[in-house]
């Protein structure tokens, strides 16, 4: 048996999987992993918009799966359908149960773009702005100055506190309305 990977309509990976397993009987497996962050409660997608389906390669039909409601295709390459080694999905199956275990993905307040100010470790004290998350792991990354210029570092989100505009890197006033057209101040 292998592992096929199959995108899905983003939002209806529970309605694709439920189709492939009454309408052609295979077994699907979607990772879901419990989200803790602000708006986003219970479990989600772990990939979004993708699913696993069980069967035997050689009874594999990629246009009955593809036909199913929910399914947008099977991912292939060259025309050949992906296959993920059952030892693969059954080490995401492990580790997704464990990030579960531990209450799910960790949380943070901060969105791309918001200020930020590190709280712990060598560079506490320090102001930078908050790039994202990098891994379902426990880091992000956010854009500080130091040394001179902007670098890109990962931290955990736990040594992270919201401030105003950070120091040392200033905001441009906007000089166009869009599309080129200059703001002109009346003097």
Same mark, same amino acid.
């Given at each position: ?125 320090? /102001?930078?702005?908050? %790039? @994202?998350?990098?891994?379902?792991? *426990? ?5 500080? !100055?130091?040394? +001179? =210029? ?8 736990? /040594?992270?506190?919201? %401030? @105003?505009?950070?120091?040392?890197? *200033? ?5 166009? !309305?869009?599309? +080129? =057209? ?6």
């Amino acid at each position: 048996m292998a592992f096929f990977v199959v995108q899905t309509k983003t939002g209806s990976e529970v309605l694709a999987a439920a189709m492939l397993e009454q309408h052609l009987g295979l077994a699907t497996y979607l990772p879901e992993v419990t989200q803790r962050r602000r708006r986003a409660g219970g479990r989600q997608p772990l990939f979004p918009g993708y699913l696993f389906v069980e069967s035997e390669p050689a009874s594999f039909v990629r246009s009955a799966v593809d036909g199913q409601p929910g399914v947008v295709r099977t991912v292939a390459v060259d025309h050949v359908p992906c296959r993920v080694e059952a030892a693969v999905v059954e080490a995401l199956r492990a580790r997704v149960a464990a990030v579960n275990a531990q209450g799910g993905l960790p949380a943070h307040p901060f969105k791309p773009g918001d200020a930020v100010r590190l709280t712990q470790g060598p560079l506490a004290g320090l /102001e930078a702005v908050f %790039v @994202g998350p990098t891994t379902p792991a *426990e880091r992000v990354e956010v854009l500080l !100055r130091f040394l +001179g =210029r902007q670098q890109v570092t990962r931290v955990a989100p736990e /040594e992270l506190e919201a %401030v @105003g505009n950070p120091v040392g890197i *200033e905001e441009r006033p906007r000089r166009t !309305r869009g599309r +080129g =057209r200059p703001i002109r101040v009346q003097s």
